[in-house]
């Protein structure tokens, strides 16, 4: 168990700029998960907390200690791959032990820790056998255990469930969280799936092409994404964004949303406004999730609630609720609501927005205000 | 007009219909025909050749198994075979081993790469005849390595195993190397590549040196190619003949002769065509040995992938 701090890292391969300063502290123990599109420098900034790639500028520190230079044998770290990266010509057992016999540790103790994680992940009926053998599911758990029975300080995953079906996808990132709690070590995941990093995450970085957009707890992530970019990409389906301009109302601000047909739609901003005043009279993204935009009767009970009329175009009834699209303003926006909703398309009907979900962005510069 | 639809559509013009069913018998069929006389009719006649009494011409009168024991019997056949165990096992296992090394070294990342690998590969372009004889100027002492050696002011340095009956096999074991090596080099580096990062990535975090991940997790990911390349250089040993004819003519005396050397010589030249054809039958013997359970294996792998 460790914590892990980066520092200002940076990353070039050539001129390329891959990684542009990150910084990330993570407490022991703590499940830390770095999410952002394909290409956005994930693996390499993993590759350089393992040691496998060299850190062009800025520190990485493993309990305090700067392990810039240290081999990635040395950093007692252990590292389930996209691949798996399974030895082929080795079994299971042999996979496993690997590790282990390259660090001189005897037969005996070396037995004894495979078949304690071969029994903890159930596979012990798969020991005898070759990767090549095995389906993705069993591979994947053969990963995990080449990882686990190291014991090392900190746990690094890439993107680990990626090539799994749906089903046993989520099977495993129960299993991965399960794993996590008993064992209690400091954890760094890859993944590009928002929803893998809600679940599992007890801080989420988010990056976007070598740079570091948001590093908070999923809750903070999800109702106050930092900007433009994690709004949209943390959430399925992702936060509306609706064009609009903040104006004074009285002693209190409102938020105005021009309509197709040249009116203007005055949602009254209550609680939330108190950072706006400044905006007055600018343009700004009024930023709203999917089930903060419901229909009347299920709307969440407290919060400052508003109503406005909008016209619904589709309906999507997913199984446990619905999704509607709606034209609010001059644009279309997603609302989640229960399935048994009484929502139409093509009818006009009446729908609550719950306004203390709401956060602004700067049309500028596309952060949070 | 629906019936007119439903007819495949091969049919539909007369001649050009049935042109297009039976084109490619028509263009296979001469060279499978070939083939079939060619290998398989003429491995047959061989074969049969080497039960006659055929002398400097070849006759059909059955004569039984006395060119096969007469082969057995004599000494050059014995030595031709003494030298093709001395020249495989060196050549093949030599070869394997610097295709290998060069292979790993190439893997390195190394700067101009490319050239490099060209340069190894060069020598597999040359027919054996050239190497032979590149190969028998630089071995001979008057003309190649010893006379530059002694005009350098090296007078004792002695290197005469081309006319040494006793190492002049090892000259054409050097030669054959130098020719093949390359050839391995560029099988192992193309298999190099091919090993996925992440495990050898996987394979140092686990503690593993450079020597150690090469040896335990990466060359056992090599046996196909071992056994291709294997494959490869020991049918192009037990055929040799154009190396040792240009190199060393199978001589001083016959110290150098190989099965392919002696059959020539029985055969066109001492008018023995049945103790030819005999030796003939012993390297497609040796061939097919080796031949067949690789073919077996891989067709099986290949089956094996199919499921
Ligand atoms: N060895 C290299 N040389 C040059 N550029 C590289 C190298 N390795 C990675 N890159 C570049 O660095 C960027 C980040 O790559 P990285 O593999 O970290 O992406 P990622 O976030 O893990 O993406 P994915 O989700 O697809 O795995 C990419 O644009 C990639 O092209
Ligand atoms: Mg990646």
């Known amino acids: 168990m460790a914590s892990l701090q980066v520092n200002n ?46 850190i062009t500028d800025g520190e990485v520190l493993i309990d305090g200690k700067v392990v810039n230079a240290v081999h990635p044998k040395d950093r007692d770290i252990a590292m389930v791959f996209q691949s798996y990266a399974l030895y082929p010509n080795m079994t299971v057992e042999k996979n496993m032990a690997f590790g282990m016999e390259m660090r001189k540790i005897p037969k005996a103790e070396r037995d004894k820790a495979v078949m304690s994680v071969a029994k903890l992940l159930q596979i012990e009926e798969l020991l005898k056998r070759k990767p090549g053998q095995l389906s993705g599911g069993q591979r994947q758990r053969v990963a995990m255990g080449r990882a686990l029975v190291r014991d090392p300080k900190i746990f690094l995953f890439d993107e680990p469930l990626s090539n799994l079906d749906a089903k046993l996808r989520v099977e495993m990132r129960t299993e991965i969280k399960k794993l996590h709690r008993r064992l209690g070590t400091t954890i760094v995941y890859v993944t590009h799936d928002q929803i893998e990093a809600m679940t599992l995450a007890t801080r989420i970085a988010v990056m976007k092409d070598g740079i570091l957009q948001q590093f908070a707890t999923p809750q903070e992530i999800y109702d106050r994404p930092a900007n433009v970019f994690v709004a949209g990409f943390m ?80 309906t999507e009834p997913t199984g446990p609720d619905m999704l509607a699209v709606l034209l609010l303003g001059g644009i279309e926006v997603v609302s989640r609501m229960r399935s048994s ?29 | 007009m629906s019936s007119h639809i439903d007819r495949p559509a091969a049919t539909r013009g007369g001649v050009l219909g049935w042109l297009q ?34 002398r400097m011409f070849p006759v059909t009168k059955w004569e039984g ?34 295709g290998l090394i060069l292979a790993v070294m190439l893997d390195q990342r190394i700067r101009q790469e490319g050239v490099i690998r060209t340069i190894y590969l060069y020598p597999m372009a040359l027919s054996f005849i050239v190497t032979g004889t590149v190969w028998k100027w630089m071995l001979n002492p008057g003309l190649g390595l010893e006379k530059l050696m002694h005009d350098f002011g090296w007078a004792s340095f002695k290197f005469d195993w081309i006319v040494n009956s006793d190492m002049a096999i090892y000259t054409v074991v050097i030669a054959g190397v130098w020719q093949s090596s390359g050839f391995v080099m560029a099988m192992f580096l193309a298999g190099l590549r091919a090993v996925d990062d992440e495990i050898i990535k996987a394979a140092s975090i686990d503690g593993a040196s450079q020597p150690i991940i090469y040896w335990k997790v990466i060359f056992p990911l090599m046996r196909p190619i071992f056994l291709s390349s294997f494959v490869v250089l020991s049918h ?32 066109f030249t001492r008018n023995h065509i049945d103790i030819g054809s ?22 099986k792998a290949q089956k094996g992938v199919r499921q």
């Open chain 2, 236 to 267: 192009l040993a037990i055929k040799s003949y154009d190396l040792v004819i240009a190199l060393t003519g199978g001589g001083p005396g016959y110290s150098t002769a190989l099965p392919a050397t002696f059959m020539y010589s029985q055969t």
């Open chain 2, 21 to 54: 069913i039976h084109l490619p018998k028509i263009v296979l069929s001469p060279t499978l025909a070939i083939t079939g006389v060619f290998v398989y009719g003429f491995i047959i006649w061989t074969t049969y050749l080497s039960f006659t009494k055929s």
């Open chain 1, 9 to 54: 890292v940076i990353k070039r391969f050539g001129d390329v700029e891959v990684l542009k300063g990150i910084d990330i502290d993570a407490q022991d123990g703590e499940f830390l998960v770095l999410v952002g599109p394909s290409g956005c420098g994930k693996s390499t900034l993993l590759n350089m907390i393992a040691g496998l790639d060299s």
């Open chain 1, 341 to 369: 909703a009484n929502v139409h398309m093509g009818e006009m009907t009446k729908f609550a927005v719950n306004m203390s979900k709401a956060v602004f962005f700067d049309t500028e510069t596309e952060e949070r205000i």
């Open chain 2, 278 to 299: 005999a030796s003939a039958v012993m390297m497609l013997i040796t061939v097919a040995a080796i031949m067949v359970p690789y073919l077996y294996s891989e067709l």
């Open chain 2, 65 to 98: 198994i006395s060119p096969h024991v007469k082969l057995w019997a004599n000494p050059v056949w014995e030595k031709a075979l003494e030298n093709l165990a001395i020249f495989g096992i060196l050549y093949i296992g030599i070869a394997t081993v610097v």
């Open chain 1, 235 to 314: 959430g399925s389906p992702p936060m509306n964004l609706i064009p609009a301009k903040i104006a004074k109302n009285g002693d209190g601000l409102s938020v105005e949303i021009a309509t197709a047909d040249e009116r203007t739609l005055r949602l009254k901003l209550n609680g939330t406004g108190k950072g706006l005043s400044a905006h007055v009279g600018s343009d700004v993204l009024l930023g709203l999730r999917p089930e903060a935009i419901t229909d009347l009767e299920s709307s969440d009970s407290g919060g400052d609630i508003q109503e406005v009329e909008c016209s619904v175009e589709v």
